[in-house]
């Protein structure tokens, strides 16, 4: 008892903004530390980290960067998800908001990644829906439109179909499931992304091919 009271007393007092070249090591031994914290606890300390201040010095690299996504997918499934329970739902949108402040610094370098650690934990628990919604929401805005390469964009659809490709050879011959049922939760947010993939990687490759100078000479007919 005292040391739940003493967890409640020093959790306000937490500050890991101070030293911003230990602050990927601090968010991961935070998380590393939540299952023997209350979801209260959880949600008070996490709010405490200033990403976006992170972001901005030069040790938001992106190796770091990785390091900090892979932290935050670990709090994902920290606790079981409740969405009766308000303050789980404000840690679990704490780890949210903190994932789209880290992704869309980085977009480019960081959205494969990223889309492996959702599929990751989607495939564990049906209940993620909401942070496939914020990468869709950050892939469908200006920002990320303009940010975006056909070289990104190919990627992901080729890890895409390469990851369902084995999945399906391997998981779910053993478990006995058919693939569309297993990621019947999923459907519409993977969809989506296909979607928004394809559409960006066509535009951006008739975008280059109007681009590409013409032949100054007349071709053979």
Excluded at 141 to 146: F, I, L, P, R, T
Aim: aromatic share 12%; hydrophobic share 35%; with cysteine.
């Amino acid at each position: 008892s005292s040391g739940i009271n003493a967890e409640y007393g020093l959790a306000p007092l937490f500050q890991p903004n101070q030293g911003f070249q230990n602050f990927v090591t601090v968010y991961t031994h935070v998380i590393l530390s939540l299952p023997r914290c209350s979801t209260e606890i959880g949600f008070t300390v996490l709010s405490k980290f200033d990403i976006r201040s992170w972001l901005t010095t030069e040790h938001a690299t992106t190796e770091n960067s990785k390091q900090l996504i892979n932290s935050i997918f670990t709090g994902f499934d920290t606790y079981q998800y409740n969405e009766e329970d308000t303050t789980f739902l404000m840690f679990y949108d704490t780890l949210k908001l903190h994932l789209k402040h880290v992704l869309t610094n980085r977009l480019c370098s960081l959205l494969r990644y990223t889309v492996e650690k959702t599929l990751e934990i989607s495939n564990k628990h049906p209940h993620h829906q909401s942070v496939w919604k914020d990468i869709l929401d950050l892939l469908e805005s200006n920002h990320a439109q303009e940010t975006l390469t056909l070289n990104t964009c190919h990627r992901i659809l080729y890890e895409l179909s390469k990851y369902f490709l084995q999945f399906k050879k391997s998981i779910l011959t053993a478990v006995k499931h058919d693939l569309y049922s297993h990621w019947s939760n999923y459907t519409d947010n993977l969809v989506q992304l296909f979607r928004i993939m394809t559409t960006s990687y066509i535009n951006k490759a008739s975008f280059l091919g109007y681009q590409r100078p013409r032949p100054s000479h007349p071709l053979n007919t």
